[in-house]
């Protein structure tokens, strides 16, 4: 097994969810852990969605935010903030800043 994953811009994509993801760690030999690097453009957000059976953690390491989850009112991010998300929970990330809002979603 590879202990060693590089990241690799080029596999990058735009989802349904009105940003770019770059996946940086998905493999099968460890269905546990995901890790995407996402990138969400100034006045943008993502659609309202939710994972099934799977929680989900934004770490923000450049911009700023807002994020919704479930029935919570909306919430603030910035750099360093982590937001958990909960499995089958209703959410959505919103660029409220003027620069591009950059997370890791693991």
């Not at 349904?16 to 006045?43: L, M, Q, T, Y």
């Not at 700023?64 to 499995?87: H, M, N, S, T, W």
């Amino acid at each position: 097994m590879n202990h060693v994953y590089r990241y690799n811009e080029e596999t990058g994509f735009d989802s349904p969810e009105n940003c770019r993801i770059i996946e940086v760690f998905n493999i099968d030999a460890d269905n546990d852990c995901s890790i995407v690097h996402a990138i969400v453009k100034p006045g943008e957000g993502a659609m309202l969605h939710y994972l099934k059976d799977t929680s989900e953690r934004y770490v923000i390491l450049k911009g700023r935010g807002e994020v919704e989850i479930g029935d919570d009112k909306p919430v603030e991010l910035q750099r360093y903030d982590v937001a958990l998300i909960p499995a089958n929970t209703p959410q959505r990330i919103t660029n409220t800043g003027k620069d591009d809002l950059v997370s890791l979603r693991v």
